[in-house]
């Protein structure tokens, strides 16, 4: 016990009077932390910046720009003359969409001739791209069921049986777990995360290479080399845990609707597993700088391929089975669950036992390695 307590003595004196550690262990984190939660605070994408040439100048032209400039998504910023004056001002990026509306809209419509309104999107950002389509769809819709029930009541049908009329199916949507489609509480957490996780892979690889690389120094006892190490970082990691879950997510007015010590739980298996997968990074290479190589390898493709953003049943198999011996996808599949779904302990337990399973092969693959080490390569 002399050499855990030993190991785990050294290594806290390290962390805290090595100038390279004190700023990976106590800075970066909480740096990126603010930075990340910044980008998304507000959360909605709000007021894009549009534009509308309107060839009718009519009152109805003018009810679709007043729908448009007073929608939450829009603001009309410019009023360009032509097509050629719009497309310069999305090379330009002043704005997201535009929309175009043609001469004789209004007689065309007391006509009952049908009038096309164009909207031109941006769709090199599928967020504004997305969003703009949906709200100029909704906007469009609203004006027209207006147009249509006017239409109706002139023709001398009630107004009961004009809506009938004109909605004969209709529809009710309960939006479950994030029903603002808040970016923020989305992707943000998910981000944390994936740079919390990215962390713990270089405490583990640096803490191992760092003793590989002194060839003239033998481990005394291998368990107790792993478990001390591991103990340390651990606890370091846990208090991250406890920040980003106290402070951070009220900070950045992220809800938390799920059990707090259910994600703490499923964090420490995270935790762990992810610094004895570094540690694994290091025990193969023997060396920090090819460990952190592997790191980089991993760490950098595992949010995209941990499923929080793009379902992993729509990934190729290959990449569904590599995903899955990344602690990182079961972590924030059963994260999500927790903190935004609210869901009972058996729909995390599947995540919980993966995360086990993992820890002890990253377990087994350091000690084998490091045993090989320590005997064949060492004095």
Known sequence: MSYLTEIIRNEIKTVFTDKYYIFIVCLFPFIDFLFLGGIYFYGNVQNMPVAVIDNDHSKISRTICRYIDTSYAFDIAYKPENIE????????????????????????????????????????????????????ANIIGTINAGLKNTMMKKRGIQTKHANEMMLPIKNDTSKLFNPSYNYGYFLTPGLWISVLGQLLLM???????????????KI?????????????YTVISVIYIEILFRIFFPAFLIPFDGNTSGAVILSILFIVSTILLGMVMAAVTGSRLDGLKGCLLIGAPAFLMSGYTWPLEQMPALMRTVSHFIPLTSYLEGFRKIFQQNMRIEFILPFAK????????????TYICLFFRNEFEQP
Do not use: C
């Not at 002043?94 to 999107?121: C, H, R, W």
């Not at 405490?203 to 120094?217: C, M, R, S, W, Y």
């Not at 993966?354 to 693959?365: G, S």
């Open 354 to 365: 993966t995360l086990v399973l993992l820890m002890l092969i990253y377990f087994i693959i």
């Open 85 to 136: 004056e719009l497309k310069n001002l999305f090379a330009e990026n002043k704005i997201f969409m535009g929309m175009v509306i043609p001469k004789d809209t209004q007689k065309n419509i007391k006509k009952s001739l049908p009038a096309e309104i164009v909207f031109y999107i941006d769709g090199s950002n599928f967020l504004t791209a997305n969003l703009s389509e949906i709200e100029g």
């Open 220 to 232: 005394k006892n291998i368990l107790y080399f792993i478990l001390g190490k591991l103990f340390v």
């Open 203 to 217: 405490f583990g690889t640096l803490t191992v290479g760092k003793v590989l690389e002194q060839k003239d120094k």
